[in-house]
């Protein structure tokens, strides 16, 4: 099993752009499809992007769509979540996750990083 670790967050002002980074530890970490998911205060832990195993099919939340670009680098064990043209409503705690396949839902994924703050001010 992988442990997760994630960094990258920040404050921006809107329009800006950040990457988040997700290492894991273990040497199966290329059998994990990937997600991030986000959860701003008082809200629900929502989906933003996911990707399949070997990068062949990535899925994002129409939210997100067009501006958030999600990847991965099996060789260093890593998943990115480039984030663009950044609005204060996606200021929210964001999460990397692990399952065994390219869901939508927190209980698709059983392992999960710590969390990185994204503060996107107006």
């Known amino acids: 099993q992988v442990q997760l670790v994630d960094s990258g967050g920040g404050l921006v002002q809107a329009g800006g752009s950040l990457r988040l980074s997700c290492a894991a530890s273990?040497?199966?970490?290329?059998?994990?499809?990937l997600g991030w998911f986000r959860q701003a205060p008082g809200k629900e832990r929502e989906f933003v992007a996911t990707?399949?195993?070997?990068?062949?099919?990535?899925y994002y939340a129409g939210s997100v769509d067009g501006r958030f670009t999600i990847s991965r680098d099996n060789a260093k064990n890593t998943v990115y979540l480039q984030m663009n043209n950044l609005k204060p409503e996606d200021t929210a705690l964001y999460y990397c996750?692990?399952?065994?396949?390219?869901?939508?839902?927190?209980?698709?994924?059983?392992?999960w990083g710590q969390g990185t703050q994204v503060t996107v001010s107006s």
């Open positions: 996750a692990a399952g065994t396949f390219t869901g939508t839902r927190v209980a698709d994924y059983d392992t």
């Open positions: 273990g040497r199966t970490f290329s059998r994990y499809a």
């Open positions: 990707i399949s195993q070997s990068a062949g099919f990535m």
